[in-house]
């Protein structure tokens, strides 16, 4: 018997973006099937999945301000998790404190005007920004950096006039006592 190690077989495509719009992410994977390990050869060492920012113009704002994850936590509206039953006063909204860093790619939602919070979704849909004061993004569970632009591995930051890349030139510093409500 001759021992055989793994070989990685070449990247298949990118498949579909996870989103229309807004940030989405494309993966594409390889196997070690080029050869096969056989009779104790060792497996493929190295990276299996790679992804890449797709899609990443505004979305079209339906309702404006609302996030991506609020989206998803709204597909359960109606949805009793406790009871495992749709109820028509149940409306889910994301929870975003007090949730540890490495679950900050799972779909936890609360239910509104309430205290009650669970994981609907073991994951977000990739693409999904980790957390609203957060350029990174999930990608398959897990957090990763991107840049204000939305995109995978820039290095892209906002500058003081929260313009993403800007030089900090476009704004302007105002001071003076107010002594008046606008």
């Given at each position: 018997m001759i021992l055989v190690d793994g070989g990685w077989a070449r990247w298949a495509p990118y498949g579909q973006c996870s989103r229309t719009c807004g940030g989405g992410?494309?993966?594409?994977?390889?196997?070690?099937?080029?050869?096969?390990?056989?009779?104790?050869?060792?497996?493929?060492?190295?990276i299996r999945v790679k992804y890449r920012s797709c899609n990443l113009e505004p979305c079209p704002a339906s309702v404006p301000g609302k996030s991506f994850r609020e989206e998803q936590c709204e597909a359960f509206n109606g949805y009793s998790h406790s009871t495992n039953r749709l109820t028509a006063s149940v409306s889910w909204v994301p929870k975003y404190s007090g949730v540890s860093p490495r679950d900050k790619c799972?779909?936890?939602?609360?239910?509104?005007?309430?205290?009650?919070?669970?994981?609907?979704a073991p994951k977000?849909?990739?693409g999904t920004p980790c957390s609203p004061?957060?350029?990174?993004?999930?990608?398959?569970?897990?957090?990763?950096?991107?840049?204000?632009?939305?995109?995978?591995?820039?290095?892209?930051?906002?500058?003081?006039?929260?313009?993403?890349?800007?030089?900090?030139?476009?704004?302007?510093?105002?001071s003076g006592l107010f002594t008046k409500p606008m």
């Open positions: 992410v494309q993966l594409a994977k390889r196997e070690c099937t080029d050869p096969v390990p056989a009779n104790g050869g060792s497996y493929c060492e190295g799972k779909l936890i939602c609360r239910a509104n005007g309430t205290g009650y919070f669970y994981v609907l977000v849909v990739d004061d957060s350029t990174s993004v999930c990608v398959q569970g897990k957090c990763i950096k991107a840049g204000c632009d939305g995109k995978l591995g820039s290095k892209k930051k906002f500058d003081k006039c929260s313009i993403c890349g800007g030089d900090n030139k476009s704004c302007k510093k105002v």
